[in-house]
């Protein structure tokens, strides 16, 4: 199985700060990894796929990068909505997807 | 608009049974695979079972491998978990989510919480 782990744990961060969240994966996934941000009581929601694509009506201060084993997701500028926990999870290794334990965006 | 919402989750004792239903709007439900995921109470996500479009190919975590059965009716767009044996570590919140791009997951449903408790 695909162990994937999220630093920090935790990331308080003022608004309007950039906000820089690490993902790795045990073994290479290749670009096969997506994000997704959860608020308190909502479902998840994809910000990226291929490591660097923006889903749909995500906004450009989102981004995505990396391959192989290391990612980043990079928020420029935080806004009061983008408090949450962010969630990587790899789909190289099909159908055993796995996501990492998540890195919560507090307000500093 | 695409949109899913689950219903069926509730109280259920552990060994009984519960199906899950995740209704699809906004897009062509017929040409998608499908997943259920979970979230157990303060926890993080789980993907728990995927079925492909037709419908011809199911594949399940595990965990779940024998008691749960994942479905899907694209006349009524759709998506069904049938729950046997229920345990108490299957407590969670279930989600169901489209594929996308092959192993993404957008959109995702609401969530319907199921508690396995005597």
């Known amino acids: 199985e695909i162990v994937m782990t999220q630093s920090p744990v935790a990331l308080s961060v003022s608004p309007g700060e950039r906000a820089t969240l690490s993902c790795r994966a045990s073994q290479s996934v290749n670009s096969n990894l997506a994000w997704y941000q959860q608020k308190p009581g909502q479902a998840p929601r994809l910000l990226i796929y291929?490591?660097?694509t923006r889903a749909t009506g995500i906004p450009a201060r989102f981004s995505g990068s990396g391959s192989g084993t290391e990612f980043t997701l990079t928020i420029l500028s935080l806004q009061s909505e983008d408090f949450a926990v962010y969630y990587c999870q790899q789909y190289k290794y099909w159908p055993q997807f796995t996501f990492g334990p998540g890195t919560k965006v507090d307000i500093k | 608009q695409e949109r899913l919402v689950e219903s069926g989750g509730g109280v259920v004792q552990p060994g009984r049974s519960l199906r899950l239903s995740c209704a699809a709007s906004g897009f062509y439900f017929s040409t998608y695979g499908m997943h259920w995921l979970r979230q157990a109470p303060g926890k993080g996500l789980e993907w728990v079972a995927v079925?492909?479009?037709?419908?011809?190919?199911?594949y399940y975590t595990d965990s779940v491998k024998g008691r749960f059965t994942i479905s899907r009716d694209n006349s009524k767009n759709t998506l069904y978990l049938q729950m046997n044996s229920l345990r108490a570590e299957d407590t969670a919140v279930y989600y169901c989510?489209?594929?996308?791009?092959?192993?993404?997951?957008?959109?995702w449903g609401q969530g319907t919480l199921v508690t396995v408790s005597s």
């Open positions: 989510a489209r594929d996308r791009e092959g192993g993404a997951f957008d959109p």
């Open positions: 291929g490591a660097s």
């Open positions: 079925i492909s479009y037709d419908g011809s190919t199911k």
